[in-house]
Each structure stands twice: as C-alpha cells, then as structure tokens.
C-alpha cells in the first residue's frame, strides 16, 4: 500500500468514518483509505453473535432514530433496517415505570385524586405540547407540578447523574438535563422519530457493506497515531509530506499529543452474562437510577425479538472513571465526553490547532468532542463531505 495512491485518508471506521469514506468514494471518484485502530469496523456500534447465537452490542445497546429521509434512504442501502419501537422502564423504588416518564409515573406516584388534578394542570400549562423537559417543569409556577418535579429529580434524575456521570447535578452540563424529558400522556415509546430500526443483520454489517467499494481500502488494526503526524501546517504519514485530505474521527486532544491536557470522559464497563432461560425481563432495556452500581440492564434478545430458545442474554452496564492509560489493558474506552464549561473551552483550543492545518477535517463523537447520536454523526459525515469538495476545511467543528 502507497499513500500517494490515495486521495483521502479516513481515520477510524465507525459511522462517521464509513460514511465519509463510502459518499467520497462514490459520489466524488476518490480514492479513499480507511485505517482502523480496532481488529474491527463500527466502532462503537460494534456488534456480534455470540456463543449461544444471540446478536449483542459489545459497547452497549444501539437502536437507530432519525426524522431525516436523507440519513434513512443512505443507510438502507446497506441492509435491510428492521423497524423497532424502544421502550425502556426505569426502576424506581420497585416499580417498573415507562422511561421517559409519562402519565403512568404521575399515576403510580400519586394518590388518584392528586394524580387527576396533576394530569389536568400539565395539560393547561403546557397546552399543545406532547413533550416538555422535566428542568421546565422544576421552573414552573405551578406547585404541584414543581412538587412532583422535584420527586422525579430526587427518585431518578439526582442519584442517576451521580452514578453516570460522578458529578452532582449542579456539576453536569445543562445540556445533559435537557434530554431528561417528560410525555404529557401514555406515551411509552422511547424515542419519537419518523424512522427508528436496528439493521436486520447488525450494524457491524452494514458498516462492512458501506465500506465495499472498488475505490475503498479498510487497515484494521491499524493505529493512526503510529504514521500520522502533523509539522506545524502540514500533516505527514509515514514522514512522507500528505497529499490527501485526511478525515479525523479519532480523539481531537490525542492528536495533538494533549498538548494543552486530556479532555475528560466517562467510561463504561459491561458485564455480560448468558441466562439459561427464555426471558430475565420485561423491557429490552432497564434503568436503575436507585440501588447498584449498574445504571442499565439490556437484554438482547429483546433487541429486537430473537428467538433462540430457552437462553438469553444481558449486559449489567457500570459507568467507571476513564483513563487513557488503562484504555489497552482493561478495554476502557472513552465512551461519553464530558461536557462542561471548563472542558468546552478546552476542547475549542484544541479546535484552533486543527483549523491552522491544511486540509484535515474532523468529524465525529471523539473529534467533535459531542454527546451525538449515531444519525447526528451521519449527517455530520455528510457536511464534511461537502467541505471536502469544496475543500474547505476550516468549518471543521461546531
Ligand atoms: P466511534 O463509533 O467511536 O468510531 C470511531 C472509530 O475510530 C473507532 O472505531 C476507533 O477505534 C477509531 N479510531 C480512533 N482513534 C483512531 C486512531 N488513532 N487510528 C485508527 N482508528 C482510530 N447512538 C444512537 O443513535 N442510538 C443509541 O441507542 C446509542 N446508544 C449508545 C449507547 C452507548 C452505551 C454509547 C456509549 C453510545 C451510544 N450511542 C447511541 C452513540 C453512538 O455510539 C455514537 O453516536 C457513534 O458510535 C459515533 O460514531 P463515531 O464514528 O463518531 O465514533
């Protein structure tokens, strides 16, 4: 492999990566190297079938949503996108209820009379909305409504944020609070998009059909960090001068060697555990703000029905202190920024290094340092192309 044979280098083959990589391919005739650090592609969205044939999410459970038909029409290509309806309970003193709260919270942890009254005042005050976040609730005027409120903070969203995070609420980003939200009915699905699916076959295959492209070449195993390197203006690989344009999914502060320090995150470690029998609960997905250590219980073969007989499988999800030193050896990866004002601004001078070099672009949840979803990823993927046909590289970033 030559270098000078490409006209793009990708580092990284998770959503941001492949997608960049598979629309420069095709729609812009370019060559395009893909280097991946990992023996496999996905990233984070990784998934595999196991010992007793389930289909599991190695970094945690992923269910695809998205409004946008351009995100939807690109992915479908790939795979078949099974559609899938989430729904998720959240354990609180015992009880299962639908998470996000709905109705149903206001029912069960409220007397009937109290709970009529609540329903109707939410509808008055937030008339016309099927959604609110539960900080406008905590601002309203209303007592009882700031009342209940306040139960929801103490019950879940306070020692929920502890856990997560190892911040106090105070301490969290505002940003974090604002996806607490709140249905004004029984709504009890999870998310509310025109498109939610898991891929048929999973996303590690349809990462792998995006990435087969006569004019793509994927490295895995291959560690950027080892022939990537950037001399004041210019990127190098190998100490050879770049020629190419170099899409950046990695982490933004360990390419510049953390010059300026490391930019936190929050790690996460799963324990798997195969059950012989048929089913361990009643949601995919469950959420312990309360008791334990662990936030999430995920069951697999709820992800979506897979029947496989009498067994089945689940991931206790504990979040733990990430450190870049024991990212090899314990498998800790820096799944979640943290973004706080402090870590914002840090984040922003290392975006005024990338900007100074010639044609490199950063896309991504770890070279964007943002809380994103994988369809926020897609369609940053696609912005970024664009720059890079207009090479204009200095919109690198938000
Ligand atoms: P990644 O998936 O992290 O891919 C980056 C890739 O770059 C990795 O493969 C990495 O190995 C590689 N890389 C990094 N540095 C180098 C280097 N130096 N050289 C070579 N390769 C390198 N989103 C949803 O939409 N729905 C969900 O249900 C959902 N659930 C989630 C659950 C959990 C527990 C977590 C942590 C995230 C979840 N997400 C979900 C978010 C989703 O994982 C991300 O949006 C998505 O994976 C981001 O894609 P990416 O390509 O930016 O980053």
Not at 238 to 257: K, P, S
């Amino acid at each position: 492999m030559r270098i000078d044979e490409f006209d793009v280098v990708v580092i990284g083959a998770g959503f941001a990566g492949a997608v960049a990589a598979r629309k420069l391919a095709e729609e812009s005739g370019k060559r395009v190297l893909v280097a991946e650090k990992r023996n496999t592609v996905a990233g984070n969205a990784y998934d595999y079938y196991n010992e007793d044939g389930i289909l599991v999410h190695k970094y945690g459970p992923h269910i695809f949503h998205t409004d946008k038909d351009e995100v939807y029409d690109f992915l479908k290509r790939f795979g078949v996108l099974e559609p899938y309806e989430l729904r998720v309970l959240s354990n609180i003193d015992g009880k299962f209820l639908p998470c996000p709260f709905n109705f149903t919270a206001v029912d069960t942890l409220n007397d009937p009379q109290r709970a009529s009254i609540l329903k109707e005042r939410l509808h008055k005050a937030y008339a016309g909305k099927e959604q609110i976040t539960v900080l406008e609730m905590l601002y309203s005027k209303d007592n009882l409504i700031r009342e209940f409120a306040e139960l929801l903070f103490e019950k879940d969203y306070r020692p929920y944020t502890m856990k997560q995070w190892g911040l106090t609420t105070e301490e969290v980003g505002a940003d974090i609070l604002e996806r607490c939200k709140f249905y004004l009915s029984y709504e009890d699905r999870t998310n509310r998009n025109k498109y939610e699916f898991i891929p048929q076959k999973g996303y590690t295959s349809l990462i792998r059909q995006m990435l087969t492209y006569p004019t793509i070449c994927v490295e895995s195993g291959m560690d950027a960090d080892n022939y990537l390197d950037i001399r004041g203006k210019r990127l190098y690989w190998n100490n050879e001068a770049l020629q190419a344009d170099v899409i950046y999914t990695g982490a933004i502060d360990g390419l510049f060697d953390w010059r300026y320090g490391e930019l936190p995150y929050r790690s996460l470690h799963f324990e798997f555990r195969n059950i012989p029998q048929a089913s361990f609960q009643e949601a995919p997905i469950t959420v312990h703000p309360q008791e334990n250590a662990y936030t999430r219980i995920t069951e697999y073969t709820k992800l979506p029905v897979q029947e496989v007989g009498n067994r089945t499988c689940i991931s206790l999800e504990y979040p733990v202190a990430y450190a870049r030193e024991q990212e090899r050896e314990e498998e800790l990866q820096p799944y979640y920024p943290i973004v706080t004002e402090q870590n914002k601004a840090l984040y922003e001078r290392y975006l005024e290094l990338a900007k100074s070099v010639e044609r490199l672009y950063l896309c991504g949840r770890l070279a964007e340092y943002r809380y994103y979803d994988m369809d926020a990823v897609v369609e940053s993927a696609f912005e970024v192309c664009e720059r890079v046909r207009r090479q204009d590289h200095m919109g690198c970033g938000k």
